[in-house]
């Protein structure tokens, strides 16, 4: 039932008089600095990471959507707790199957577990267990990360506009211009209007419900996922009544969990990944029915989606290191491998380009991909580090001229590429530690994204001879 967020609290209005943070003095362009040393991805903190981290946080110290590891008023997790939890957990914890998570791997998370509690409570460390290499994935030498130095100031503009919704998540441009992103910190939906330069912000009607995927239909209607646990929803905005309506994913057969990303089919239906749920959504807006699609790999973590022009959707599968292919009028699903799955590149978001090419992001390598269907080929680029780490690629975005926009955690920065010369361009970030996720770019051809790490709209603009 729709609810009227006068209800929920007094909406939030803030000018930009003294709030709004321009951007410094555009830096002069200067030599490429080095990157920093590769990431070991043998190591016991890389495993935790990789599967425990977004749920139980990087300390252990728990999260809104997932309990505390250490500190426990119960006592320390113990190897024995941690294997049984990973195969049969409870409440909503997802399982991890021995083909996504070994028994040899699960030895190091457990002592990495271990090594956290050490930290919060002072225990004891056990001895690190032996595990042989032969048990963990072969990795083979990843290409050179090129030297390329930022763009010239002279060619671009940036700004950076603090927010007052506090840090975000996505961001979408709507058909008016104005830029919404969901407030996941502060669990509010938020809007900039690029005109009069100012933020508004509604608390969504579910407490804590940590909003996260976003899309504006054509009508102006802004849809968003819900991620707060147990309370997995999508929700829908109308920006001229104020008004919330929300809609519950089943809970049987299965729990949805996590509905992620979001994106429209052409009958303006939300579709949306489910990234604990293994599988895809839709929800018909005319009925409100919910549709799953299925993956056929198990805690493949769906992360990215995309509707091509033929109606089929394409996911990213972060975990599962595959591209999968959905066709919804017969919900039969194709999976294709990336070819150095088994060293983990780690899928995460993706975009389409008007050629039909899929386009994403290789986090865990830090490298541009492309997939193309017609001739199953894939290619890879590594992305610049701009000095800083070499991995971490996030959000993907293709502009009308089949250019490639990105952004790029470890070297703090958004970046262009250029498919026909295959050269980068890097637009550095005013703040430290942005960490833009999903970006989009408006009509006019500027691109938006907002900070996670900080609490920064972000707005860049490049000049037509620029990069």
Not at 144 to 163: G, H, I, L, N, Q
């Amino acid at each position: 039932m729709p609810t009227n967020v006068a209800r929920l609290g007094a909406l939030l209005t803030i000018g930009l008089a003294g709030l709004m943070a321009a951007a410094a003095a555009q830096p002069l362009p200067s030599a490429p600095r080095s990157a920093a040393p590769e990431i070991d991805r043998t190591t016991a903190e890389y495993f935790y990471r990789r599967h425990c981290a977004g749920c139980h946080g990087g300390d252990g110290r728990g999260t809104l959507i997932g309990f505390p590891l250490v500190g426990r008023p119960a006592g320390a997790i113990t190897r024995e707790l941690l294997h049984g939890a990973l195969r049969a957990p409870l409440q909503m914890m997802p399982s991890f199957p021995r083909n996504v998570v070994s028994e040899e791997i699960a030895e190091l998370i457990a002592h990495h577990i271990a090594v956290l509690e050490h930290r919060a409570s002072g225990a004891p460390v056990p001895p690190r267990p032996e595990v042989p290499a032969s048990a963990l994935r072969a990795l083979h030498p990843l290409p050179p990360v090129p030297a390329v130095a930022p763009a010239d100031p002279k060619t671009y503009e940036m700004r950076e506009y603090e927010s007052p919704c506090g840090a975000g998540h996505s961001v979408a441009v709507a058909p008016d211009g104005r830029v919404w992103f969901t407030g996941i910190q502060q669990h509010v939906l938020a809007v900039f209007d690029p005109r009069g330069e100012r933020f508004r912000c509604w608390p969504i009607p579910t407490r804590n419900g940590r909003p996260h995927g976003i899309a504006v239909d054509k009508d102006g209607f802004v849809w968003f996922t819900v991620t707060g646990l147990p309370d997995n929803k999508v929700a829908m905005f109308d920006p001229k009544t104020e008004l919330f309506a929300e809609h519950f994913l089943p809970q049987r057969p299965q729990p949805y969990l996590y509905p992620h990303t979001l994106a429209f089919d052409a009958e303006r239906n939300p579709v949306f990944s489910l990234e604990y749920g293994d599988g895809a959504g839709r929800i018909e807006r005319r009925t409100g029915r919910f549709e799953y699609f299925p993956l056929p790999t198990l805690r493949a973590r769906p992360y990215g989606i995309q509707v091509a022009k033929s109606g089929r959707l394409w996911i990213a599968e972060f975990t599962g290191n595959k591209i999968a292919e959905i066709d919804p009028k017969s919900g039969k699903a194709s999976e294709h491998v990336h070819p150095r799955a088994a060293e983990d590149p780690g899928l995460r978001r993706l975009a389409l380009d008007s050629k039909g090419g899929v386009w994403f992001s290789e986090h865990e390598f830090g490298s541009l991909g492309l997939f193309e269907p017609r001739s199953k080929r894939w290619t890879s680029w590594r992305a610049p580090a701009n000095g800083g780490r070499p991995s971490e690629i996030y959000a993907v975005n293709v502009d009308r001229r089949d250019v490639i926009w990105f952004s790029h955690f470890g070297g703090n920065y958004v970046g262009r590429f250029d498919p026909k010369t295959e050269k980068f361009s890097v637009y550095p970030h005013v703040s430290a530690g942005m960490n833009c996720r999903l970006m989009d770019i408006a009509p006019d051809g500027v691109l938006w994204c907002m900070g996670s790490g900080a609490a920064k709209l972000m707005r860049l603009s490049v000049k037509p001879a620029g990069g």
